[in-house]
């Protein structure tokens, strides 16, 4: 079992920069891929990032690609979404998972076992 609990969120400026944390339970985080979803008012739950066990490759979004990057320490059971040049479209609730999903996709989130209760993300212009 792996609980998950994220960090990080608040209210930012356009242009501005956000570090997201999520912190796992449990002996097992190494094991699992991790990843980074977003719900926006309104909207349905979409992808933005995933990595591997290993920290040996990642995953983005078109939408964040070269904005975003994800991280993990495994020694601290933790992943890391830092974001940068936030927008207002990436205003959202945003979710970190844990799961076995394929790769290199990665993106469905029916792969994911275990989701945090997310972090409220405000982008305000």
């Known amino acids: 079992q792996v609980q998950l609990v994220e960090s990080g969120g608040g209210l930012v400026q356009v242009g501005g920069s956000l570090r997201l944390s999520c912190a796992a339970s449990?002996?097992?985080?190494?094991?699992?891929?991790m990843a980074w979803f977003r719900r926006a008012p309104g909207k349905e739950r979409e992808f933005v990032s995933a990595?591997?066990?290993?920290?040996?490759?990642?995953n983005y979004a078109d939408s964040v690609k070269g904005r975003f990057t994800i991280s993990r320490d495994n020694t601290k059971n933790t992943v890391y979404l830092q974001m940068n040049s936030l927008k207002p479209e990436d205003t959202a609730v945003y979710y970190c998972a844990a799961g076995t999903p394929g790769w290199p996709s990665a993106r469905r989130a029916g792969d994911y076992n275990y989701w945090g209760q997310g972090t409220q993300v405000t982008v305000s212009s």
């Open positions: 990595i591997l066990r290993s920290a040996s490759s990642a």
């Open positions: 449990g002996p097992t985080f190494s094991s699992f891929p």
